[in-house]
């Protein structure tokens, strides 16, 4: 799983504040100094009509999935993907095999939007006190670092004043959704904010980190810290570079930092902005949908190789759509997730079936739907 290795916690020992600073055992006024601190609904006849499930048939349960899973294999055609051992992925496409330090991090102007945007709503929200962060996926190249994608803490976050522990089993469902536009994308940090005036990652943060880099591309991985400390007007339009390192919006500070493998502190990393798309934007509308479901939706894509996910407009507003192709030209499962509601459809050709398996889990209904397919064959 790609986000097996992440430190998703960020804290600092201190957890009442970040004016400490451990290396020389005094308080600090919290500023950088230079040293380490702290679709449409259709209509049609329900093809197939359920009892629902007891909890007590769980070995039925498990008996059907494995018959399923025969039946598929003799169906024709490859489109069930064997399961991975753990820890290891899907191939992707080969990169640079030798990197150098890092000189730079390029941002592209919808993933600072992003960022200073979703900081922006969180300081106004009933949690804006807490920590927020985001994971930060994109290209690694030899000497430079280009983010194309984020990937927010969630609302399942665990958070305080002086810690963030990001939701994992929605972070890694929202990488697997977002690799399928580019499979040369990967985790290159995280940007996590402080809610005092420390610009600089904490004595907690570098304890995870300095483990976690040895993971990463290069060995080095980037991290920056919002703070909300800056002296511009809150109404302010244009984003500012005080320093190379450094963007500001209004009040709205992102520091930049670097930390490679064996490094006893973090070094200040220049930021820039280029043209460019925030590849995982879409998937923040429907966030919450994806924090749901992320245990059966990742059961379903370790297991299905021709599995689509997309973001559509449901009866309601944003919805997650995930499309599963069976081995029948034209012929698919598709399942509609918005908010706590769960629609499966099944389509052949221009056809769409509303069909209804009487099961919110949506694996299980899905081999129930794959069962009733085998069946007729």
Known sequence: MLLETCPLLFDTPFRDRYDYNEEVGQFCNGNEAGTRSSGPPFLGKALIQWPALEEQSRTMWRGLVNKV???????AGPWLQPKLPSGLSRPTPSLPSHYQPLERVLLTDEVGRTLFEEYAEHRKSSRGDEETGWMLLGLREAREAVVLATLPAGAQRDAGVAHVQFNSNGQAMGSRIVRQMDRRLNILGVVHTHPGSLRHPSDGDFQGDSEWVQRLR????????????????????VADHPRPHVQALGELCLSWYSLRKGDRRYRPLPVELTLGPDLARPLHLVWPTIEAYADQLDRLYCQQARITFDVIQGP?????????????????????????????????????????????????????????LAGQC
């Open 69 to 75: 899973n025969r039946l598929l294999h003799a169906l």
């Open 218 to 237: 290069g060995g080095e991985g980037i991290f920056g810290i919002g703070t909300a400390d800056g002296h511009g007007s809150p109404q302010a339009l």
């Open 316 to 372: 309601h507003g944003p919805a997650l759509s995930v499309t599963i192709q069976l081995a029948e030209p034209g012929g698919a499962i598709r399942i509609v997730l918005e908010k706590k509601e769960v629609h499966y459809y099944l389509v052949r050709g221009d056809d769409v079936i509303h069909v209804d398996p009487h099961e919110q889990q949506v694996d299980r209904g899905v081999y129930l739907l794959l069962a009733e």
